[in-house]
């Protein structure tokens, strides 16, 4: 708990903004937030040093029990956070449409005043990848307001409409798909209206510079199984997860973490070398940084089958000055000719969505050196069990439905949950976007696990189980099972018989190879 006044100063130490983070993140506001803590959740939620997704429920929940809407709250938590709830939600979907309305009745605020809260909501609807529904009416005034753009901006002269038109259409779609983006731009030149006009030249610089890094990405085997060649096509359009910042953890040597972790465990030889790390499915490179960033002495191989995935960690590989990575485009399956060998493989979310998971697992074990460790996250069947009544929802061929259809099943899943009280879906934080929620509940493939499969698995690819992450219900199952070994999955399995929701976001463990 946070005692302390931390109102007179911020931290400017990273430990004590760390610190202070984690006291906040257990925090729930249901009375007004002390203008001190309020002040401080801004700072925090600011800093690239820290991951402010970690502070988004406190600080939603700060901002829900605000009678006087603090501005800067407001603008710290649409800017920095996806926000997962969906009151909030309605409320950024409801000044969202009042902007459009004004923008379409010409009734204008004045750009300076309007353009901070305008810029937050642009960069929410970015963040969520315009997942929010939108009423048949209030996609013709966007589709005439898109029009009017491409059409009238040579004849305007007037940068400030043109400004606020790119805004009102960022708020709803994304701008490289504009047709007139480009001339908005340039008849928006003169506006004085940062962060507004910042705010969409980020947005486009960052696009540009994604699609720049695609062109460079180099491929490693070849991809020619036919369900890796659709899960590539949906992670082309939905890149996973869009990540903002990341905590920096403190780099230390890759033996003495792996000894720290597993003290019992006799670890690869890795003396007078770098030690070498594959993450397998890297997504958008959050996993990769970081473990680029806490291993000092090692060398990270970072494979995905998605351009647009790779291209978005490589900006961000860039971006935290991270050089100990290298990113290529592959297929697990086309690992199968390398002959490199690594001391740990790291690969969360990624087998669960392979045509055969074991055939994949077996890959990667045999690309490991003798003593290696390995990283696995799968979905859990028991933990997603509670999602069945949003799965009722869903067409057959759920990976196909348009954007408009999507929006309106995402809407059923949220009158479901307010008509029953049961929050299934929505109580996760991938519901809050479109790639989050098209990864959770609307995949081309995904294939749920229990323990004793896993243990099975475990024991067929010749690996030792050594436990959970310890984040993951370590303290429960130690409570539960005074004495009990932690690496017992039968022991694991009978606790998440009794606790069905222990493992929901995934069973995430680490193994060893022999
Ligand atoms: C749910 S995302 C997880 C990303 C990342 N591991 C994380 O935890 O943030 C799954 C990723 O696995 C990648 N993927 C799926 N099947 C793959 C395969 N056969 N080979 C390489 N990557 C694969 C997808 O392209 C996607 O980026």
């Known amino acids: 708990m946070l005692t302390a006044d931390p109102s007179s100063t911020h931290p400017t130490d990273v430990r004590d903004a760390i610190r202070l983070a984690d006291a906040l993140a257990q925090r729930r506001f249901v009375e007004p937030a002390p203008p001190s803590i309020r002040r401080l959740l801004v700072h925090l939620l600011w800093r690239n040093d820290l991951d402010p997704e970690e502070l988004g429920a406190t ?15 407001l603008r710290a938590v649409l800017c920095r956070v996806t926000v997962k709830d969906v009151e909030v939600e309605q409320a950024v979907k409801a000044l969202r449409f009042t902007f459009l309305e004004r923008m379409a009745q010409e009734q204008a605020l004045p750009l300076d005043a309007a353009a901070p809260l305008m810029a937050a909501v642009v960069e929410q609807c970015h963040r969520t990848q315009h997942v929010y529904s939108e009423s048949a009416a209030e996609r013709t005034l966007v589709d005439r307001l898109i029009a009017a753009m491409n059409n009238d901006v040579p004849r305007t002269h007037n940068p400030e409409l043109a400004l606020r038109r790119l805004a009102v259409c960022a708020m709803y779609r994304p701008i490289w798909t504009l047709p007139g983006a480009e001339r908005a731009f340039e008849a928006s030149a003169g506006a004085d209206a940062t962060p507004l006009s910042d705010t969409l030249a980020e947005l486009r610089r960052e696009h540009r510079e994604e699609l720049e890094i695609q062109r460079d990405i180099r491929t490693l085997g070849t991809i020619t199984d036919a369900m890796s060649a659709s899960v590539q096509a949906h992670y082309e359009v939905h890149p996973y997860p869009r990540w903002l910042t990341l905590r920096r953890p403190a780099a230390r040597p890759f033996a003495a973490v792996m000894a720290e972790r597993f003290p019992d465990a006799v670890l690869p030889a890795t003396e007078g070398r770098r030690a070498s790390i594959l993450v397998a499915g890297c997504g958008t490179g959050a996993h990769p940084i970081h473990v680029a ?23 961000k590989a860039r971006q935290y000055g991270v050089a100990n990575i290298e990113f290529r485009q592959a297929d697990i399956l086309g690992l199968r000719t390398l002959t490199q060998r690594f001391d740990a493989i790291e690969c969360v979310g990624v087998l669960h969505c392979m045509r055969d998971p074991s055939e994949g697992w077996r890959v990667l074990t045999d690309l490991l050196q003798p003593r290696g460790f390995m990283k696995i996250g799968l979905y859990s069947r028991q933990a997603r069990a509670d999602m069945d009544a949003d ?124």
């Open 59 to 73: 600080a939603v929940s700060a901002l829900k029990c605000d009678e006087m809407l603090d501005h800067e709250l």
């Open 293 to 315: 960033m806490k291993y000092a002495d090692a060398d990270v191989t970072a494979i995905d089958l998605s351009r647009a995935s790779l291209a978005y960690a490589i900006r």
């Open 391 to 514: 799965r009722l929802l869903l067409p057959a061929r759920r990976a196909e439905v348009s954007p408009e259809r999507f929006r309106a099943l995402r809407d059923a899943m949220i009158g479901r949950a307010r008509a029953t009280g049961i929050p299934g879906a929505t109580r996760i934080g991938d519901f809050y976007s479109t790639s989050g929620l098209r990864d959770l509940l609307f995949h081309v493939q995904e294939i749920e696990f229990d323990l004793p499969e896993i243990a099975l698995l475990v024991r067929d690819l010749g690996l030792t189980f050594l436990g959970f992450r310890p984040e993951d219900a370590l303290a429960r199952f130690r409570a539960r099972f005074p004495g009990g070994s932690a690496r017992d999955l039968a022991l694991w399995a009978q606790f998440e018989r009794e606790v069905p929701d222990l493992f929901w976001s995934m069973y995430v463990f680490w193994t060893q190879r022999a």
